[in-house]
């Protein structure tokens, strides 16, 4: 019997039809609200502006490595030759130019290595926290920071300039990033080379792997799908740069030790770096994020402990340490947020803050020689 409608009931497949379409077309309304958030969030001009932005992360990347940065078989790469631009200037070695058109002081040099932190991202050459330490201490520094870098590479690096070089101090910048950075096979659209612990060796000695590194990086395949056709959303942009892996999903970056290992190579890479036997000052440094988002979420909690981690791994290897978080954490309250760093880099005035805490560790004597610790 048909009801008093006069309608024919809806078979069971035919209902399940339709409450699959309302809750598929209630999931893209919300989605769709929440990108126009997303953008909006982000400045009312990109609710026109709608590029693909792993893509154009992805350009920008690939013409860094052809332009800023060159390919090494051992690095990975390198920050490139005589490189000149708008915003940033190298030597013939690749240094990033300390003090433009005059003669650095005589004497042998301090070699300063690390991140973008190092290298001085989004300031100009004389404003880098290298070029003020030669400022402040009258003495020849090598800005050798690269861009990108994980703590892995800063130490394989260090390592070639300690032989080249012959300096009489090193200071080691770094970053909490730099740990998850060593993680990866692939990053930044290049190869890298990365550690693991040896296998079998309970003393923590690591194992070089991806060396020669590759020329060539092919994006897997699946990654290169999803980034074509979701690369265009705001809103899954903030998503992974907040919440996943934002490594993966920009940097098209290929994991290769599990998540958090980063941390356990940090001992044995200061070994290395102690086993250099130049007296050595390794520093502690951090990005904006961990003043700029209150109430702090547990990851900057955990950036925070996983800095003085390696602090701590480098005072057990007998090198020299300075934590700048207090030197920030006052910086930031005298200045405001948006003086002391920029988008994601230190100012010219929170690198010249910077570079007096440091000056004043090595003026007081903190960059020991290992050798000598051990000795005491």
Same mark, same amino acid.
């Given at each position: ?33 929440? @990108? ?25 990347? @690939? ?9 090494? =078989? ?29 003669? $650095? ?13 190092? &290298? ?9 926290? $290298? ?17 990108? !870098? ?6 394989? &690096? ?53 060396? =020669? ?33 934002? !490594? @993966? ?36 440094? !951090?990005?904006? $994020? ?6 702090? =979420? ?26 700048? !978080? ?12 948006? @003086? ?37």
């Amino acid at each position: 019997m048909r009801p008093a409608s006069g309608k024919r009931p809806l078979s069971p497949a035919a209902e399940w039809l339709g409450r699959i379409f309302l809750i598929a077309f209630s999931v893209v309304i919300g989605l769709g609200g929440l @990108e126009i958030a997303s953008r909006l969030n982000r400045g009312t001009e990109w609710l026109t502006r709608w590029p693909n932005f792993v893509l154009n992360q992805q350009a920008r990347f @690939e013409g860094e490595l052809q332009g800023q940065f060159a390919f090494d =078989p051992q690095l990975g790469f390198v920050s490139r030759p005589d490189f000149r631009s708008a915003e940033a200037n190298h030597d013939s070695h690749g240094f990033r130019v300390v003090q433009g058109g005059q003669e $650095p002081p005589a004497g042998t040099p301090i070699l300063a290595t690390g991140d973008s932190f190092t &290298y001085g991202a989004e300031v100009a050459d004389g404003e880098t926290w $290298p070029a003020l330490l030669q400022a402040d201490l009258k003495r020849r520094v090598l800005n050798a920071g690269v861009v990108g !870098y994980g703590l892995d590479q800063i130490v394989l &690096y260090t390592e070639r300039l300690v032989a080249q070089e012959k300096p009489g101090l090193v200071v080691v910048g770094f970053i909490a990033d730099d740990l998850q950075r060593s993680e990866y096979r692939r990053l930044w659209g290049k190869e890298r080379p990365y550690f693991e612990l040896g296998v079998g060796k309970p003393d923590g000695k690591l194992a070089l792997r991806n060396v =020669p590194v590759p020329q060539s990086a092919p994006i897997p395949w699946h990654l290169r799908v999803l980034r074509d056709v979701f690369g265009w959303s705001a809103l899954l942009e903030t998503i992974m740069r907040r919440a996943g892996d934002p !490594y @993966e999903w920009q940097a098209a970056g290929v994991r290769i030790l599990p998540r958090g290992s980063g941390e356990a190579l940090a001992c044995p890479l200061m070994q290395k770096l102690s086993g250099l036997g130049v007296p050595t000052l390794v520093v502690g440094l !951090y990005a904006p $994020p961990v003043w700029r988002m209150e109430p702090r =979420p547990p990851w900057i909690v955990e950036e925070i402990r996983q800095t003085r981690a390696v602090l701590a791994c480098a005072t057990k290897a007998g090198l020299g340490t300075l934590d700048t !978080y207090e030197t920030i954490d006052r910086g930031m309250k005298e200045l405001g947020k948006d @003086e002391f760093f920029f988008n994601f880099h230190v100012s010219a005035e929170g690198n010249r803050r910077i570079a007096a805490a440091i000056a004043g560790a090595l003026t007081s004597g903190a960059a020991v020689s290992p050798a000598k610790r051990v000795g005491e």
